[in-house]
């Protein structure tokens, strides 16, 4: 058996965890963003109605906001796990 002792986190360190969770957390913002974007473009491009287009578009608008909310509100709860002592 091994043990290993991890001093607990100092104030400086637990800023820099959540510094990179914030990095992070508009990584995968941009990412979506940019899959938005693809995706109206495949939309936008295909043979589809006018209507068609618009529900298509309103419909991934929609799922970027809903993952977009919950990276943010998952980003919250890390950022509050992390500063409590």
């Given at each position: 058996?091994?043990?290993i ?8 360190r637990?800023k820099e965890?959540?510094?990179?969770a914030?990095?992070?957390a508009?990584?995968?913002?941009v ?7 693809d ?19 309103d419909?991934?608008?929609?799922l ?6 919950q990276?943010?509100?998952?980003l ?10």
């Open positions: 058996m091994i043990r002792s991890i001093p607990p986190l100092n104030e400086e637990r965890l959540v510094k990179q914030k990095s992070l508009e990584n995968s913002r990412s979506i963003r940019n899959i938005r974007r995706t109206n473009d495949q939309i936008k491009g295909g043979d589809f109605t006018e209507d068609e287009q618009k529900k298509g578009t419909s991934v608008q929609k970027t906001d809903r993952y977009i909310d990276i943010g509100e998952l919250k709860a890390k950022e509050k796990e992390i500063m409590e002592v």
